[in-house]
């Protein structure tokens, strides 16, 4: 990581059924957060779609490289000059009635530089409510890096966020992206505590964008889209509906919390 501080911004939403009026939501909040200087912007889990079933999004799925979807992923991008990390988006997968749910990455210039399929499908089951996505997603496989200017970023999304050998395996990062639609039920007992585990345990900034309120299908999601910095300090926070929360990532301050607790060089396995 060098030396520039860098300002990264976390987009909230609820989105709904409607794929148009998300991506109309999306370019006004991919706005709002390239105006409040913004030079890396993360987009929530299912921005795209969150259907009044889960296998609405089939038929949404896009191949790679076309689609509206991925469309106005890369124009966002290139219109604002921002590196975006598209959430996630329903892709074709190799099995009829399924997709992937995937993490599409664009440089400023709108080329997508780098794809995460997520790798941990979510089952939940608790009274009236139950979630089983591997119903309609098949899991990914490899782990999601890449490198930005202010240097590597790991991949994650939603309920990868409970496996912290996932994020050994990334590697040292300067950031670790968490795009999510986090029950308000496992939410409100466990995201922020897994989030900051995350950036105190792997000393590096967490940058988590969320879903938060409640669609139209009838489900509730948490939201608490937030910035968490190497010490797990939380520095922004959006508790709940459609929003964008900013803050900066200080290579300074990673390098020294790390130059005086050198826990990643005290690692034995």
């Not at 794929?19 to 390239?34: E, G, K, P």
């Not at 790679?64 to 219109?79: K, T, Y």
């Not at 329903?90 to 009829?96: L, R």
């Not at 709108?110 to 499908?121: E, M, N, P, T, W």
Request: with cysteine.
């Amino acid at each position: 990581m060098n030396t520039q501080v860098t300002t990264v911004a976390a987009v909230q939403m609820v989105s709904t059924p409607d794929v148009a009026d998300n991506l109309a939501a999306v370019r006004r909040l991919v706005a709002q957060a390239a105006g409040q200087g913004a030079g890396f912007v993360a987009l929530p889990e299912y921005w795209p779609i969150m259907g009044m079933s889960d296998s609405d999004k089939v038929a949404h799925a896009e191949h790679p490289g076309r689609g509206p979807i991925q469309d106005c992923m890369a124009e966002l991008a290139r219109a604002h000059g921002i590196w975006l990390v598209g959430g996630t988006l329903p892709m074709v997968s190799p099995q009829d009635g399924k997709v992937l749910n995937t993490t599409l990455v664009y440089d400023p210039q709108g080329q997508a530089v780098s794809r995460y399929d997520k790798i941990h499908l979510f089952g939940f089951n608790k009274g009236t409510e139950s979630y089983d996505e591997a119903r309609t997603i098949v899991p990914g496989i490899d782990v999601g890096v890449f490198d930005a200017p202010f240097g590597r970023v790991g991949l994650s999304v939603c309920y990868d966020l409970r496996f912290p050998e996932l994020y050994r395996a990334m590697g040292e990062c300067a950031l670790i992206v968490v795009p999510a639609a986090f029950t308000h039920t496992t939410g409100l007992a466990h995201w922020e505590v897994l989030l900051r585990a995350r950036a105190i345990e792997n000393q590096c900034y967490v940058l988590a964008s969320a879903q938060g309120g409640k669609h139209v299908n009838g489900r509730r999601t948490f939201g608490h889209s937030m910035l968490i910095d190497p010490w797990g300090e939380v520095k922004a926070v959006l508790p709940e509906g459609e929003g964008v929360i900013a803050g900066a990532l200080d290579a300074a301050f990673l390098a020294g919390v790390r130059e005086s607790l050198p826990a990643l060089r005290h690692r034995k396995m």
